[in-house]
């Protein structure tokens, strides 16, 4: 070979080092998740935003070390008739994940996430459920805007206060996860699974204490419509609720119907919760001769994760119910 020959060769080689760097480099940076804009920078804790406190405390399940989560609706407040603040717009902006769950429980999540123009992953986590076959668990709402009040039957959001729905809830945010900070996956999955293991292990727990309460005494009235799933997962009897929906007050003969419901049935005790004035309710058991409690579901007091306040709720039950 001559000596040209040997330069040309080499340069060749040369050339196709370069093209193959320069290959691998545009690969790299297709690789890049530049089509999913929420994807999270290594190193980085995803910012995670939820509607209520409660879901907060699910994601942090999750999540540990690698979310930072703060929640939407203040601790202690309705989420029915939560009216969204300006500081809002400003947590939701720099959220990579936005967790909400749907329905007429925090419908102003979604006008809040049009407003900001948000570019977050977002999910409903009680999209597409439906209530467990043999339950009556319609929601009444009042139509906003319509000038006749009209009322309409939706489907009761509350879904996870029934733990097999909570499960749901805590794979869904696994998932969402996993979609927005690929790297840790298979963390997210794992602390999911031990986590659902945890709600399976309460769950069996519970059915032994609520087995504790005469059958005839498993009878149910709450301040709000919450607890239909919780009801039925335990075997319990919703007898009835205070309010019909949230900013609604009952009129004068509901109340004296309920008065009369709960005498007649035998219920033990109604419950009251944290987000609604609780006069009404006390009112209501003195009349009837019973005690009040509490109960959680919207709101719960701070400290109490999603384990916690269903803990609490069953303790409280059979406080209230097993005499
Ligand atoms: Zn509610």
Redesign the pocket.
Known sequence: MTREGAMHRRWTVLGLLVLAGLLVAACGQSATPTVQPAAMPSGQRVVVVTSLPIFATMVEAVGGDLVSVSAVLPPGT???TYQPAPRDVAKLAQAALVVYNGGD?DPWMERQLEAVGSRARVVALSAGLEPPPGIEAGHEHEHEGTPEAEHEQGVN??FWLDPDFGIVYVERIAEALAEVDPAHAETYRANAERYSQEIRTFDEWAKGQIATIPPERRKLVTF???FPYFAAHYGLELVGVVILS?GREPSPQEVAQLVERIRQEGVPAIFVEPQFNPKLAQTIAQEAGVRVLELY??AAPAGLDYLGMMRQNVTNVVEGLRG
Do not use: E, V
């Open positions: 309705d989420p029915h429980l959001p509350h709000h419509d919450a949230p579901s919207d």
